[in-house]
């Protein structure tokens, strides 16, 4: 019982632990700072990447206009058949109704 009491009381780290915990923290910080960068290099007109933007970005906006108008005519479309597989739907149930209605009117034939 004494050895698990002092184990529960030994809180310290060992090296290895604190050598890999260094290593994830500098690995998170230094992720954090590409991060914190990352959208300012993509604005700046001194990096290959601000300056591929720049030049390209006439080329891709009438790409990108036509792709929204794409998507849009889709979803209106889809909307549509939604909509009207509900209301196509109501009228094949009052049809099949009517024509119920009228079967059960309608008299046997007779026999002669």
């Known amino acids: ?6 184990g529960l009381a030994d809180t310290s780290l060992s090296d290895a632990t604190q050598a890999n915990l260094a290593q994830n923290t500098s690995l998170q910080s230094h992720l954090r ?6 959208p300012v290099l993509g604005r700046s007109g001194g990096s290959l990447r601000g300056k591929c933007c720049r030049l390209l ?15 849009h005519t889709v979803l209106r479309v889809i909307e549509l058949v939604a909509g009207t597989q509900a209301e196509a739907k109501s009228k094949l149930q009052n049809l099949e109704e009517r024509l119920q209605k009228l ?9 002669t």
């Open 1 to 6: 019982m004494e050895e698990v009491r002092q």
């Open 33 to 38: 700072q590409a991060h914190e960068h990352a």
């Open 57 to 71: 970005a006439p080329l891709a906006k009438p790409v990108i206009e036509q792709l929204d108008l794409f998507h």
């Open 103 to 111: 079967e059960s009117k309608e008299q046997p034939p007779r026999e």
